[in-house]
């Protein structure tokens, strides 16, 4: 890897709108529309609070996704470590002046909507990152002098977002910021080295976890030990799921979702929903649609001439990867329940907004793709 430097490509209106990735824009159009029916069974077929929020925000952050599309990525490598400490310091004022519900604080209340800093800094880390090891040779890359800065980069707000309390958002961080350390040439065998020594942590880990916490991890490992309590959820989304069948009981056709016996389906747990409603066939659909815009993410990052967005449009392509496997598995009882959302799908502004963010850096690399080197 070689240091590069961006130039300023000549682009008209008209070039930008050419430029676009417009299979990549009808996936996330898409998406969006089957999440806001997905969102209006949820409310067992009215037009209620979630779905009109719902409908409004993505409305709202789609055109957030197309206008920052129009921002050449040279604006986001110089501004990457200014965005990325204003979302620290949004991190650290949670602790002081964030909303607190269901025990946790993780809100700050900016009025127009409850931003929950640690779902931007899911972007933030990588485009940190990005700029960060693109100036870096391939040589320097597991020197222990240029390690340091990533490594207090990422374990700071991994470490504020854990004691959100919020292990899945603080574990999707991690796991942003640690792909694009491994992008860079990092080799495998110093992640397996700290693999076995944080293994060896464990035992530690497990004894300063939170009672709820122990409980979730004692259910994903025997659902069965309390059914109408801490295993009730992930019973109830098993069964949901093996109702769905091959083809689906139909749009607004649910009967845990109807009867109210799957909580939480219009946020960790729509995938549940959708795949009761759609069987088996929906969820394929689904999945393909999620694996088209891993694609053409991973696929304007190979086109691009310049390190920093090669890095960062693999990096987003990775993180997309594990929040959909990680919510997925989730509700499928292959994880424990660690309140990870569905991009898009499910209910929530900050996560939806962070992603629609990610999107808009990803088309502008690709608008931009033939800035190269000076």
Not at 166 to 173: I, W
Request: with cysteine; glycine share 8%; aromatic share 18%.
């Amino acid at each position: 890897m070689i240091r590069q430097k961006f130039y300023r490509g000549n682009l008209t209106f008209k070039d930008k709108i050419i430029g676009i990735d417009y299979l990549l824009l009808f996936s996330v159009l898409l998406l969006g529309i089957i999440s806001i029916f997905a969102m209006y069974s949820s409310e067992q077929g009215k037009f209620g609070y979630y779905t009109a929020s719902h409908l409004y925000r993505f409305c709202a952050f789609f055109l957030v996704f197309i206008a920052i599309s129009f921002f050449n990525p040279q604006f986001w490598h110089k501004s990457s470590y200014l965005f990325y400490i204003v979302v620290l310091g949004l991190l650290l004022a949670v602790d002081q002046f964030g909303i607190a519900a269901s025990g946790s604080k993780r809100w700050i209340n900016l009025f127009f909507i409850n931003l929950q800093p640690s779902e931007l800094m899911k972007v933030a880390l990588i485009i940190f990152l990005s700029r960060y090891y693109s100036k870096i040779s391939i040589e320097q890359v597991t020197s222990l002098k240029k390690l340091m800065i990533p490594f207090f980069a990422l374990l700071i707000p991994v470490f504020l977002i854990a004691s959100q309390p919020d292990l899945g958002t603080a574990l999707l961080v991690a796991i942003s910021g640690l792909f694009v350390i491994w992008l860079t040439g990092f080799k495998i065998k110093y992640f397996l080295y700290s693999f076995l020594f944080f293994i060896s942590l464990m035992p530690v880990a497990i004894s300063l976890l939170k009672p709820y916490q122990k409980a979730r991890i004692l259910t994903f490992i025997n659902p069965e030990r309390d059914p109408l309590g801490a295993g009730y959820q992930i019973i109830q989304s098993k069964i949901a799921v093996g109702s769905g069948g091959i083809f689906g009981k139909g749009f607004l056709q649910g009967s845990q979702s109807y009867l109210d016996y799957l909580p939480e389906k219009h946020t960790d747990f729509i995938f549940t929903l959708f795949s009761e409603e759609f069987g088996f066939v929906g969820c394929v659909f689904l999945l393909f649609i999620y694996a088209l815009i891993i694609y053409r993410i991973i696929l304007i990052g190979s086109n691009s001439r310049n390190n920093f967005s090669k890095l960062y449009c693999y990096g987003f392509a990775a993180a997309f990867f594990s929040y959909v496997a990680v919510n997925m598995s989730m509700v499928l009882g292959l994880l424990p329940i660690v309140g990870a959302p569905l991009p898009i799908m499910s209910y929530g502004g900050s996560s939806m907004l962070s992603i629609m963010i990610g999107l808009g850096i990803t088309m502008s690399c690709k608008i931009y793709q033939q800035d190269g080197v000076e």
